[in-house]
T-cell receptor, first 115, second 117 residues
Framework: AQKITQTQPGMFVQEKEAVTLDCTYD???????LFWYKQPSSGEMIFLIY??????QNATEGRYSLNFQKARKSANLVISASQLGDSAMYFC????????????FGKGTSLLVTP | DGGITQSPKYLFRKEGQNVTLSCEQN?????MYWYRQDPGQGLRLIYY???????QKGDIAEGYSVSREKKESFPLTVTSAQKNPTAFYLC????????????????FGQGTRLTVV
């Protein structure tokens, strides 16, 4: 069975600082994809960044980067230069070949950015 | 604009009543999914479909039913057999991965908040 673990229920960070949100995963499938989504209080799910299991380089998208450590099965999200608008729930998710390639989500981390 | 539309945004259900949540996409995606989200929790998979007229149970399918008569539409019915239906429901769609790559992101609707009264 596939599993995603996010161990930080809540995090605080000061504006303009960097923050790392942890994610570990477990799968025996050699081909998988790892995603991070942001969910503001409005409820919509916003795609942030993707990392494939065969990708050699860590993914980056603007202020978001993914610290992918395959041997440790971790895929931590790093947000640089935090902004007040970054306050939201953040979900790590994994896609494997079963369940119709559905994303399997962790329980999320609530991030609060303070002035 | 291309996207996924869920309706209604808010829905109230009486005890013993069936209700149907609508999900429509115009992205030409093959795969569609329904998730349930409870407060402070992640998303849990209810049903998924990869092709018209075919769908499969996810992790928490009991008390729910779906249909996929058209590629664009994947409605979810919450039946009276679902004992605790109050939750936030999200519909998603994505292209199916090809060539072993998993990089096709899932696009989500705005969600439907269902409350039992």
């Amino acid at each position: 069975a596939q599993k995603i673990t996010q161990t930080q229920p809540g995090m605080f960070v000061q504006e303009k600082e960097a923050v790392t949100l942890d994610c570990t995963y477990d799968t025996s499938d050699p081909s998988y994809g790892l995603f991070w989504y942001k969910q503001p209080s409005s409820g919509e799910m916003i795609f942030l960044i993707y990392q494939g299991s065969y990708d050699q380089q860590n993914a980056t998208e603007g202020r978001y980067s993914l610290n992918f450590q395959k041997a440790r099965k971790s895929a931590n999200l790093v947000i640089s230069a935090s902004q007040l608008g970054d306050s939201a729930m953040y979900f790590c998710a994994m896609r494997v070949t079963d369940s119709g390639y559905a994303l399997n989500f962790g329980k999320g981390t609530s991030l609060l950015v303070t002035p | 604009d291309g996207g996924i539309t869920q309706s209604p945004k808010y829905l109230f259900r009486k005890e013993g009543q069936n209700v149907t949540l609508s999900c429509e996409q115009n992205l030409n995606h093959d795969a569609m999914y329904w998730y349930r989200q409870d407060p402070g929790q992640g998303l849990r998979l209810i049903y998924y479909s990869q092709i018209v007229n075919d769908f499969q149970k996810g992790d928490i399918a009991e008390g729910y039913s779906v249909s996929r008569e058209k590629k664009e539409s994947f409605p979810l019915t919450v039946t009276s057999a679902q004992k605790n239906p109050t939750a936030f429901y999200l519909c998603a769609s994505s292209p199916l991965p090809y060539g072993g790559r998993m990089n096709t992101e899932a696009f989500f609707g705005q969600g439907t908040r269902l409350t039992v009264v």
